[in-house]
């Protein structure tokens, strides 16, 4: 009965109605669609980052998240890596030994990061290959590496000439070994360029005489978004693993994401959503103020219905239900419009996002970038917007709501203006 009231009141003063509802309107679409624009790049930035280098999960030896030495490995089993295996969210595993050497050739000496890695894994995860400028990628079975650009001008080497690494092994033993060079990548990062040497899982293990063992598992998972619930699953399976392991020294395994693995882009990504937080939330503040002038006009020119009302019987608790009943109408109204005007527009920008051209495009195509701005479209993006809506409405509604509480029915009766 209420409901059907409330609804007939509504369209007593339709356009007022229909203005509040588009203001409401308005608000949500533009925050969806900031939001979605936003959140897509984030993901974006994210999955791109992590395939070009840490993976958006490592699991690492606990003590090698401090010591970052070859001492501090992970066994390169299938048992071990069953329990990842075995996720759904993961879809893909990689085994990488990541260690720092002394290089030379000619007199010339430099330090520099080695990864050993599987080639063809690796390359299909981050398309590596893609970034050769001579030479070949690397198989499974080769005895040669690959090394930067900015390494290869260093030393003035080019495909087929040798570089020796010399550095410290596992436990100890002296990790030295010449090595022809297969190719030369380009990389855009000028850090990774001037230092990086790629070659063989094998060739590394016996470079460094780990055995089968490996100082990280690079992991991807399907969804982003699960992520976070990914993380505690691997965390509890390697911690129910390290108990039940028995004879030897016991593992402490350690799962770690994206965020632990980069924390400038995850501080980037996190200063630059907080700004646009920032923006959404003063959008919805200017939204808000012409909600409760709406509200409060709803209720300050009806006193004398609601005198009426109340002098017929009706509770006051059922009046404000009316009201909030009202309101709620007004809500989803505004809710229904904003979601089925941006909805259109995202599915269009996902299907067929925005291309970069110019020099921002040609960047990020160095980079290894898809040159796009991409869009997220995620259930928990549209619900958190319609949440805050709802608040927006709700706190609008307290003040007219004790109004028409403490409303004089006396005054309300003869046309006054206030009640208390």
């Excluded at 993961?90 to 030379?104: D, H, K, N, V």
């Excluded at 007219?400 to 203006?417: F, Q, S």
């Amino acid at each position: 009965m209420l409901v059907k009231l409330a609804w007939r009141n509504l369209w007593r003063q339709k356009r007022r109605t229909v203005l509040t509802a588009s203001a409401l309107a308005l608000a949500l679409f533009l925050s969806l669609l900031m939001r979605g624009f936003q959140e897509g790049s984030y993901a974006n930035n994210i999955d791109n980052a992590a395939r070009f280098y840490t993976g958006l999960i490592q699991l690492q030896n606990s003590d090698y998240v401090e010591s970052q030495s070859i001492d501090d490995l992970l066994p390169a089993s299938a048992t071990f890596i069953q329990p990842a295996k075995q996720h759904a969210n993961i879809s893909q595993i990689l085994p990488r030994i990541e260690s720092f050497a002394l290089s030379a050739s000619g007199d010339k000496s430099k330090g520099v990061m080695v990864l050993g890695v599987l080639p063809e894994q690796e390359d299909a995860y981050s398309g590596i290959a893609s970034k050769l400028s001579q030479g070949e990628f690397l198989t499974q079975v080769d005895d040669q590496v690959l090394i930067g650009e900015g390494l290869a001008r260093y030393y003035n080497i080019t495909v087929g000439d040798e570089i020796v690494l010399y550095g410290q092994g596992y436990q100890g033993q002296t990790a030295a070994g010449l090595y022809r060079i297969k190719g030369i990548l380009h990389f855009p990062v000028s850090q990774l360029d001037n230092q990086l040497v790629y070659m063989p899982l094998a060739q590394a293990q016996v470079l460094y005489s780990t055995g089968e063992q490996v100082t990280s598992w690079v992991l991807h998972t399907k969804e982003l978004a699960g992520l976070p619930q990914t993380e505690q699953d691997l965390q509890l399976a390697y911690d129910v693993m390290t108990s039940q392991a028995s004879g030897g020294r016991p593992l402490d395994v350690v799962v770690r994401d994206w965020q632990d693995l980069s924390p400038e882009m995850a501080q980037q990504i996190l200063l630059d959503r907080a700004g646009g937080l920032f923006l959404m939330y003063i959008l919805y503040g200017v939204v808000g103020f012409g909600l409760f002038a709406t509200l409060m006009m709803m209720t300050l020119e009806r006193q004398r219905e609601f005198g009426v009302m109340l002098a017929t019987g009706m509770l006051r608790s059922r009046l404000l239900q009316l009201i909030s009943i009202e309101s709620l109408l007004i809500g989803l109204l505004g809710i229904a419009l904003g979601v089925l005007t941006a909805l259109p527009i995202l599915l269009w920008f996902s299907a067929f996002p925005i291309e970069l051209t110019g020099e921002t495009g040609k960047m990020m195509l160095e980079m290894g970038y898809e040159p796009i701005i991409p869009v997220l479209i995620n259930s928990a993006l549209f619900l958190d917007q319609i949440q805050i809506v709802l608040i927006l409405l709700v706190l609008c509604l307290l003040y007219p709501m004790w109004r028409t509480y403490r409303l004089c029915l006396v005054d309300a009766l003869k046309g006054g203006a206030h009640g208390h």
